[in-house]
């Protein structure tokens, strides 16, 4: 039997995780910028922090992993970062020093979806939660740092799409206008639809079935059933993503999986040649329900997610590289165990001063170590035989141009780095 890795998940192996790394680094520089801090939140929750009454979406009622661990407790991996930064807020009661708190997350997530292009079962998402005001420039700077961060990576072809779905009242009295629009159509929907008629009918809005597309032309529209309030919610968001220099667009069929999403909601989307029908980037809106949901204060919050996979598969479409070819500041070729010895020593000399090295293990001739120090990219040669350590020297040549040089072992460190300063 030969063994293979789980359905839906992936390997990240070593090219694609430094095209990985550098993502995240940047990302953490701009979630800096904005004055964000990290939260790492377990990865298992008891199954009450996602499957709640008020939660019907498909991601939790039908995508989720639970299992019940020995002691009999119902738990669940996550299937996305905000439940479980509410319940961590609740629970170490942040709301209690800040006023504010604005928190930046990073890490996997599960669903149990059917894998295609962009969708696996583990999954990677980073994202912000801001809990503790409703204010519409706070929602235009969450919008804003996403795009920040699509802006800041050069994408070309994405977009950002907003919409408002209202307060509460607007959103179910819109979702009562919606159900009687669609209940004369009922059997003519798609099967997923239908049966997101009774719990979740705002998802029908964004069906992908052309036959649900078509019947929802003249569908009402959330946008048309805003109360004044979330009216003007929605003017001053945009107001100030145009003072913020945010571009915008926006799009009055957009809803999001989730429930517990009210006021403002959005979503970058990718429009890039081959990019596949998992078009969303990252999404997000107002959640002003959820901390009480989850036995909290009554706290608003707003936040979104990206998906790492598809961000990177977006940069990688539009040719943009986030990653040099990794280069090896030195690489030692030796020929018998005395000067393996010395290499050894000579080797953390060098790492203390920062610089790259290694060393050839496999006992191979010159030709054939070699060749393994071109493999790694490594800038300078280090040779050490037994002709060179009888003088106390080293030979130190540049890959590149070739030329080489014996000089004191002694004064290695100092002399290398002096040349990896030309290079
Ligand atoms: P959501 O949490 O569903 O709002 O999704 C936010 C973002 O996470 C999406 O725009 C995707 O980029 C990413 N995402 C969600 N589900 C998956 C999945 N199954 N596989 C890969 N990425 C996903």
Redesign the pocket.
Known sequence: MSLVKVK?TYDVLSSEARRWQALETYVKAVFKKFNYQEIRTPIMEYSNVFHREDENSD?VTKETYNFEDKGGRMLTLR???TAGIIRSYIENKLYATNDLVKLWYMGP?F?Y?RPQK????Q?S?F?VEVVGAMDPYLDAEVIQLAYEIIKGLSLKGVSVKINSLGDKASKQNYMKVLKAFLEPKKDQLSPDSQARLDKNPLRILDSKDPVDKELLKDAPLPLDHLSDEAKLNFEKIQEALALAGVEYKIDKRLV???DYYSFVVF??QADIEGFGS?N?????GRYNELVESLGGPSKPGVG????M???LDALELEGIKMVDEPKLDAYFITFDETSKKEAMKLQSLLRKENISVDLNYSGKAFKGQLKEALAQNAKFLLILGENELNMGKINVKNTKTEFQELIDIKDLVINLKEMLHHV
Not at 280 to 284: D, I, K, N, T
């Open positions: 839906g991601m299937p996305e970062g997530n669903r979806e962009g969708r696996f079962r999954f998402q994202g999001r999986g989730l979503e970058i998992q969303a980037l990252g999404g997000g979104f997610a990206f998906g996979e598809r961000l």
